[in-house]
């Protein structure tokens, strides 16, 4: 299904805020591109509600759109697959039971992805929200951010596209898992969104105290991607507001091996004063961030 490709004359979109306001200060070009995938549960009795019009004709979202509207009639095993196994499993635990049984008998699904080209700013992340947020009705059930990992309720999506500026944690999410070699592990799902790699931090201490503080250095570290930054091997990096640095230690796009981020990855390191080498684990900034935080 494509989009409605005649200019609309009006628009709510009007009114919205300039691309300067989602810039990336930090930018340079780098090759990689932003990528999304969005798929809306529910059903859609006027057809998508999507409309590429004046106020987004010169944004790259209008050329790189694609939408696909499935219906259970049309492709049962199609529209099933984003309420059942581990999208079902994820959708239950993100969203609830009630939200989980109403998506397993929804009666289409709609698919929306993109690639943008290097962006350097953030206005395509903030046009896909705005046509995302127009295609919900009063039947949309449920909404899934695919490269994030995450469900998100319509409500929540239709906040998110008003906002002025980008926000970390309206955009990109955190998982804590059992780290093989010690302790926890905590990284990030989504960054490929921004066409930059997902952040991992390795050996975190295993209470709420650590892992606060983990998160606060997580969220900092995407912030920097978020604004056009490009980590590489051996960098010498600092947040806002900490005066410890880190140093990253990149791999490549895992998509055709074992596609657990399906993109690059940077785990964050202490970076030694003296050599400006990568230390073994992040412990220095990770003391900083505990401060800052309420066990």
């Not at 628009?11 to 810039?23: N, T, Y």
């Not at 340079?28 to 529910?42: D, Q």
């Not at 993109?114 to 009063?138: C, F, H, T, W």
Request: proline share 5%; net charge neutral; glycine share 10%.
């Amino acid at each position: 299904m494509g989009l409605v490709s005649k200019w609309a004359e009006t628009s709510a979109l009007g009114g919205m805020q300039g691309p300067a306001h989602w810039a990336r200060p930090a930018w340079r070009p780098t090759g990689s591109p932003a990528r999304l995938v969005y798929v809306v549960v529910g059903a859609f009795p006027d057809g998508s509600g999507l409309r590429i019009d004046r106020a987004l004709k010169d944004s790259p979202v209008a050329t790189a759109l694609q939408a696909r509207l499935v219906t259970r009639e049309a492709n049962a095993a199609f529209v099933s697959n984003w309420s059942s196994g581990a999208f079902g499993a994820l959708l239950k635990d993100q969203l609830g039971a009630e939200v989980a049984e109403r998506a397993a008998t929804a009666p289409a699904v709609l698919f929306l992805q993109a690639e943008i080209p290097d962006p350097k700013d953030l206005g395509y992340l903030r046009d896909a929200l705005q046509l995302l947020s127009r295609a919900l009705n009063e039947h949309s059930v449920a909404v899934l951010d695919m490269y994030g990992a995450h469900w998100l309720a319509p409500d929540t999506v239709r906040q998110t596209a008003t906002s002025t500026g980008f926000r970390v944690r309206e955009h990109l999410y955190t998982v804590a898992a059992k780290d093989e070699r010690g302790g926890l592990w905590m990284h990030s799902r989504g960054a490929i969104k921004l066409g930059r790699p997902e952040v991992e931090i390795r050996g975190i201490r295993p209470d709420a105290r650590a892992l606060k503080g983990a998160a606060l250095v997580l969220e900092g570290a995407l912030k920097l991607l978020a604004e056009g930054l490009e980590p590489t091997d051996g960098g010498n990096y600092a947040m806002q507001g900490f005066n410890n640095h880190f140093t990253v230690v990149t791999s490549p796009d895992d998509s055709q091996s074992t596609q657990y981020y399906k993109n690059r990855s940077v785990a964050l390191y202490d970076c030694n004063a003296l050599t400006g080498k990568p230390e073994q684990v992040l412990s220095a900034l990770l003391g900083e961030a505990e401060q800052r935080v309420k066990a």
